[in-house]
């Protein structure tokens, strides 16, 4: 079945600094993947999402390309900041009508 | 446009009671979806419901269920709870339920079983 694998967290970085958090998926067909963040006491919102190979989503200064070849969709940022900190938490949607799979989660810290 | 709310956020039962969460939509939106989210297991799909029908199910008992009503309301139900089923329960609503879609959660039900 499909399945979605993140680096585990936490993660820690100094304000400024570059982000990757990886991504892997195990899918059939030419599934959906998404990015989604959790902030501390709230619900899950879309980041950014990338529907076909070779597109890359992009918001608020994060990124990530969707790559068939290595079946990747790490999330990068350049220079992070302390409000960046959060869980954040990589999906897939393999066809339509299908529920979202979500990765375990990687926890963020930011320190300033 | 008002964001996807529930309620209660918080709750404490114990064991063998049973609970109703409920969820309001995004208005317009017609699909709304419900997750369990625990440290050791992440989020885990439960069940989404497009216009009143249950559309989508995943791997939990018999002991949870849920319904939408004709506003695209919905309301998820556990019975005989277990220690277990401490966890956050979300919901997220989206106009198809598509999987290009994107889904917009509420804040979550904190639900506590002692």
């Known amino acids: 079945g499909n399945s979605v694998t993140q680096m585990e967290g936490p993660v820690t970085l100094s304000e400024e600094a570059f982000l990757t958090i990886n991504c892997t998926y195990t899918?059939?067909?030419?599934?959906?993947l998404f990015w989604y963040v959790q902030y501390p006491g709230e619900g899950l919102q879309l980041l950014l999402k990338?529907?076909?190979?070779?597109d890359k989503g992009s918001n608020k200064g994060f990124e990530a390309t969707y790559r068939k070849e290595t079946t990747s969709f790490h999330l990068e940022k350049g220079s992070v900041q302390v409000s960046d900190s959060a869980v954040y938490f990589c999906?897939?949607?393999?066809?339509?009508?299908?529920?979202?799979?979500f990765g375990k989660g990687t926890r963020l810290h930011i320190l300033p | 446009k008002a964001g996807v709310t529930q309620t209660p956020r918080y709750l404490i039962k114990t064991r063998g009671q049973q609970v109703t969460l409920s969820c309001s939509p995004i208005?317009?939106?017609?699909?709304v979806s419900w997750y369990q989210q625990t440290p050791g297991q992440g989020l885990q799909f439960l069940f989404e419901?497009?216009?009143?029908?249950?559309?989508n199910k995943g791997n939990f008992p018999g002991r949870f269920s849920g319904r939408q009503f004709s506003n695209s309301r919905s309301e998820m139900n556990v019975s005989t709870l277990e220690l277990g089923d401490s966890a956050l329960y979300l919901c997220?609503?989206?106009?198809?339920?598509?999987?290009?879609?994107?889904?917009?959660f509420g804040p979550g039900t904190r639900l506590t079983v002692l």
């Open positions: 997220a609503s989206s106009t198809t339920g598509t999987f290009t879609d994107t889904q917009y």
């Open positions: 899918a059939t067909g030419y599934p959906s």
């Open positions: 990338a529907t076909k190979a070779d």
């Open positions: 999906a897939l949607s393999g066809s339509r009508d299908d529920k979202i799979i």
């Open positions: 208005s317009g939106h017609r699909s």
């Open positions: 419901y497009f216009s009143e029908t249950q559309r």
